[in-house]
């Protein structure tokens, strides 16, 4: 058991173990120190890297001559100077929430007075005959980057399965490096659960105009292969397509293992209250492998996004030096499919109304998204004023009418700085 180094303030001897060294791990631990926090932190990540970036591995990272370094989330030089025990390259393995002890595979036993799970998710496996043929790819670590990466110039043919976030950005990226690229999603459009259907139809739209087989309405059946490894895709429809290269993007499970192994209560996520605790005081949850209540919605939701995993730590990190207060931040998130540079302030439902703001044709618009007649959404194209204006608007509870957002002449932007609300 470590003497910890210094005690905290309202923590005397407090030591804040952090199981996670990714987005929300590390801003957590900065957040801490930012707030006063004099305690011990250790940090403990599984990957055998320092903390990297993981939205570029599915964009720029993928380009021909890239730089096949990650970009790191801290300077390598932050531990030192946050005073931080980092252990990269160790997983922990157990929680003992009676002796609050944290087991980690290199045999150590820490004791904590706070711990904080921010432990991710990992890619929701494929259980179709011919998934463990060479060629098959996930893409969520550096690994499975660089592996990629590897193949990728060399693939004549590409086959995504799944038409979500990562299926699309890798989509776009191996269309650009000269591929065939099929896309095989089972829903009746892409990225059905994250964007309106407005946008799922132009987003479908440009891909196809970008030379994108996209098959939708079709999931994958099977794999088959000669010498283990891969040479198609075979449709549940029974069409077949060459494939070199495959990569699986059909969404991700919260790392919840260490949760309920330690009796904490998990729900599609480590489930957490308004400050983002664990059924458990001493234990918080963040990032993708938290479920929480999101009051924007009215319901529990677990979101996989940068905004959350920063946010959330901001809200913990605060909770943890003794503020209170409930966990309301906005949701906004980004993705770059080719030249679809595509951003999302708020959440859109399936039945809100939407209103197209921008003519697509220009490759610039925004659509609006209305909930029992109030401002919900806005996804925005190419559009990053629109974005950012939508952002202060959904933060200060703000909503304007529908005619307004279809007008071009209406100033969203300089509305959305007016102090005073022009409509309620
Ligand atoms: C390829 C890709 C592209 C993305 N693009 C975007 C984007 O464009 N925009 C956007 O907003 N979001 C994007 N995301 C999502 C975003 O990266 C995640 O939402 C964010 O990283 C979540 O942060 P997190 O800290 O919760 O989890 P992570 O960043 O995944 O970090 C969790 C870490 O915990 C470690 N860990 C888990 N269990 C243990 C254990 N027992 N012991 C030790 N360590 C453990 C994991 O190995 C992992 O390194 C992308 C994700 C991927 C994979």
Redesign the pocket.
């Known amino acids: 058991m470590p003497t910890p180094a210094h005690p905290a303030p309202g923590h005397p001897g407090g030591h804040v173990v952090v199981?996670?060294?990714?987005?929300?791990?590390m801003q957590l631990i900065d957040s801490l120190r930012a707030g006063g926090y004099a305690g011990a932190i250790t940090v403990?990540?599984?990957?055998p890297h320092a903390p990297y970036?993981?939205?570029p591995?599915?964009?720029d990272y993928l380009a021909a001559g890239a730089d096949p370094e990650p970009l790191p989330l801290r300077a390598a030089r932050f531990f030192l100077e946050h005073d931080v025990d980092a252990r990269h390259g160790?997983?922990?393995?157990a929680v003992d929430r009676h002796a609050r002890t944290v087991a980690a595979a290199d045999g150590t036993t820490l004791r904590y007075t706070t711990l904080v799970l921010?432990?991710?998710?990992r890619n929701r496996p494929l259980a179709v005959p011919g998934s463990g043929l060479a060629g098959i790819h996930g893409?969520?670590?550096l690994d499975d980057?660089e592996r990629v990466h590897a193949h990728l110039g060399r693939a004549a043919n590409v086959v995504v399965i799944g038409a979500g976030?990562?299926g699309l950005?890798f989509a776009a990226a191996a269309a650009a490096r000269g591929a065939n690229v099929t896309v095989l999603e089972y829903g009746p459009r892409p990225l059905g659960r994250a964007v309106s259907a407005t946008m799922s139809g132009h987003i479908a739209a440009a891909h196809v105009r970008d030379g994108i087989d996209l098959r939708l309405g079709d999931g994958i059946a099977a794999f088959v292969g000669t010498d283990g490894h891969v040479t198609a895709a075979v449709a549940g429809s029974g069409a077949e397509y060459p494939a070199d290269l495959v990569m699986v993007g059909v969404g991700v499970l919260p790392?919840t293992e260490?949760a309920l192994a330690a009796g904490l209560e998990v729900d599609n996520g480590i489930v957490v209250d308004g400050a983002l605790r664990t059924s458990d005081p001493n234990i918080f949850a963040?990032?993708?492998?938290a479920n929480f209540p999101q009051p924007r919605l009215g319901a529990r939701a677990r979101l996989?996004?940068?905004?959350?995993?920063t946010d959330q730590a901001r809200h913990a990190a605060a909770a943890i030096l003794g503020e209170t207060g409930e966990y309301d931040e906005l949701p906004w998130?980004?993705?770059?499919q080719g030249t679809l540079k595509l951003q999302i302030a708020g959440l859109s439902q399936p039945g809100d109304g939407t209103v197209l703001r921008g003519d697509p044709a220009t490759g610039k618009f925004s659509v609006f998204c209305f909930r029992d007649g109030r401002l919900a959404a806005v996804e925005s194209v190419n559009a990053p004023a629109d974005h950012m204006a939508a952002r202060r608007a959904l933060a200060a509870g703000r909503t304007l009418d529908p005619d307004q957002a279809a007008d071009p002449t209406f100033d969203f932007k300089a509305w959305s700085r007016d102090p005073a609300p022009a409509a309620v």
């Open positions: 199981v996670g060294n990714g987005q929300a791990g403990f990540g599984e990957e970036q993981r939205p591995l599915s964009k160790v997983a922990v393995t921010a432990t991710g998710a893409l969520r670590t980057a976030f990562i950005e790392r260490l963040l990032g993708d492998c996989e996004s940068v905004q959350n995993a998130f980004w993705s770059h």
